[in-house]
């Protein structure tokens, strides 16, 4: 059995690719910052020494690396650099320390690298444009991740923006979804003209593994859906799924001056790479937060 550490266990994401690592047999267990679980550890990814004495205690034969500081608004611009850079090279030092043989280290980038660009399906080779210290630093993390590919056999990830059961309210989809659960007749909302490729948090989890899995090594590739809707859409369909419509309401406190109007992916390299499609709809996604699936 195969020993995993996911680091970030604890996360949105993280408890997602858990739960789709254990259901295929891998011996799983997680770093977290603080508050362990079953089968967690505590650890600073900014904190070297500590890093290395527990990757060398837990001894994984892979990685998926999904901790990080990945709220674009947070206050705190250094622990960007910090967590997402610093703390990216801190574990893969200790994984090289180790000197037990690797089978793959998959570390979650981020779409933000790109920026604003005026396409609406991005492939992997379109050039990057952080606009936000979150995309900056992320983007600092892949170059300097790259440069150790010919000692570590590492995968980077892109993934666009997504969604589903369990995710915060301060992220978009899950605060429209949260007002229409409550039965609110206004919300208030920032930039409306704005559009996304959205994908299902669980369809993201399982796309971790399936790269895992995959022979691809040294290689950066995207995690998206393909498909775009704008904010008026899942207003739309969430209108549709409570049986009510929603006032709308521009807040100018959250309107970003640099935010990205259009973001959408090219996922051709993921379905090259492992031949898995997505399971769920943005509507199915939507009716399971909806409804606390």
Known sequence: MQRILVTGSNGFTGRYVCESLTAQGYDVVGLVRSNPGVNEWACDLADSAAV?????????????HLAAQSFVGHADEREFYDIN????????DALEEKGTPLRKVVIASSANVYGPV???CIAETGPPNPVNHYAMSKLAMEYMVKARWDRTPVLITRPFNYTGPGQQDRFLIAKIVSHFRRGEAVIELGNLDVAR???????IANAYVALYESDAVSEVVNLCSGKIYGLGDIIGMM????????EVRVNPAFVRDNEIKVLGGDNGKYLSLTGVTAKYSLSDTLQAMLHGA
């Open 85 to 92: 850079l610093f703390g990216t090279l801190n574990l893969l």
């Open 239 to 246: 209108n549709k799924l409570a049986g009510y419509e929603i």
């Open 197 to 203: 490729d959205f994908s299902d948090v669980r369809d």
């Open 118 to 120: 005026a396409a609406e």
């Open 52 to 64: 290395q004495q527990l990757v060398a205690q837990l001894n994984p034969q892979g990685v998926i």
